[in-house]
């Protein structure tokens, strides 16, 4: 099992940027994909982005051009920088590792990040 700690959040105002960070317990080395994902209040848990040990990325069509995930092997971080946010992507973000590459089916989650944007 994989222990996930999410930070980074916070209030921030229409137009401005965060930059969320996971710390994983373990070496990432040889977990094959990483994400994050979101969820408001009242509603489910959407996939934010995802990035693979190689590099390679994926965004949710609300994320592409303005988020970035990035990945760090060497210190075992995984990390979402946000740029032009809006009141809409107000939620709690968390981070994701997918089973099989953590020892639970439901895969390993962080406790969440807090992200408000004020109008």
């Known amino acids: 099992q994989v222990q996930l700690v999410e930070a980074g959040g916070g209030l921030v105002q229409a137009g401005g940027s965060l930059r969320l960070s996971c710390a994983a317990s373990r070496s990432v080395l040889r977990i094959g994909v990483m994400g994050w994902y979101r969820q408001a209040p009242g509603k489910q848990r959407d996939l934010v982005a995802t990035i693979s040990s190689g590099g390679g990325t994926n965004y949710a069509d609300f994320a592409a051009g303005r988020f970035t995930i990035s990945r760090d092997n060497a210190k075992n971080t995984l990390d979402l920088q946000m740029n032009n946010l809006r009141p809409e992507d107000s939620a709690r973000y968390y981070c994701?590792?997918?089973?099989?590459?953590?020892?639970?089916?439901?895969?390993?989650w962080g406790q969440g990040t807090q992200v408000t944007v004020s109008s």
């Open positions: 994701n590792v997918p089973w099989p590459y953590t020892t639970t089916k439901a895969g390993s």
